[in-house]
């Protein structure tokens, strides 16, 4: 079954500095991979994804993953936080299960930024 | 583009109280998703539907919880009677796109 980690619950940077959000799936198939970001009082909206292809996937408002199959990994990346940045980070991953494709959260990683 | 539309935004009622929330998907998409957000639990699937049928209720808490989605254009889901413990904010989501989920901005439920 597939299944998402996320370490870090809450991750602090300074404003400028380099933001890196980790997450590690586990899966039997080849995956699709999500981030999610969730601003206060929003619902979550796509930053980027991973299908196949090129291993380096960039999104919106600055921000790249890279899938690395060895490691089962696919951490988020920004060279520089901006206050605008802080928000809740939800990594996913799609898998087949009851019938249909899943697509499971992490727990979620809160991401402040200060001055 | 008019992203999913979720009404009301926020609801406060007394326990054993109806509660109805209402979503508007964007136009075109296949596939509706309910979800749940608590501190204590995350982010919880509640119900899926494919071409407004109910595929996986599977994560529907209990028998006060119902789902429908009478046609492509709006789906509701109703608790009753609701409990201090169904507090919590309600997404409904749509998609075209495996894995992709276009969120609205939530129900915040209170039950007192």
């Known amino acids: 079954a597939q299944s998402v980690t996320q370490l870090g619950s809450h991750v602090s940077v300074s404003e400028g500095a380099l933001v890196l959000l980790r997450c590690n799936y586990s899966?039997?198939?080849?995956?699709?991979l999500f981030w999610y970001v969730q601003y206060p009082n929003q619902g979550l909206q796509l930053l980027l994804k991973y299908t196949t292809g090129a291993t380096l996937v960039k999104g919106i408002n600055g921000f790249e993953a890279e899938f690395k199959k060895s490691e089962t990994s696919f951490h988020l990346t920004k060279p520089s936080a901006h206050m605008s940045d802080a928000a809740e980070y939800f990594c996913?991953?799609?898998?087949?299960?009851?019938?249909?494709?899943?697509?499971?959260f992490g727990a979620g990683t809160r991401l402040a930024v200060h001055p | 583009d008019a992203g999913v539309i979720q009404s009301p935004r926020h609801e406060v009622t007394e326990m054993g109280q109806e509660v109805t929330l209402r979503c508007k998907p964007i136009s075109g998409h296949n596939s509706l998703f309910w979800y749940r957000q608590t501190m204590m639990r995350g982010l919880e699937l509640l119900i899926y539907f494919n071409n407004n049928v109910p595929i996986d209720d599977s994560g529907m808490p209990e028998d006060r919880f119902s789902a429908k989605m009478p046609n492509a254009s709006f789906s509701t889901l109703k608790i009753q009677p609701s409990e201090p413990r169904d507090s919590a904010v309600y997404f409904c989501?749509?998609?075209?796109?495996?894995?992709?989920?276009?969120f609205g901005d939530g129900t915040r439920l209170s039950i007192l």
């Open positions: 996913a991953v799609t898998g087949f299960s009851g019938g249909y494709n899943k697509l499971i």
């Open positions: 899966s039997s198939v080849p995956p699709y």
């Open positions: 989501a749509s998609s075209l796109e495996q894995g992709v989920r276009h």
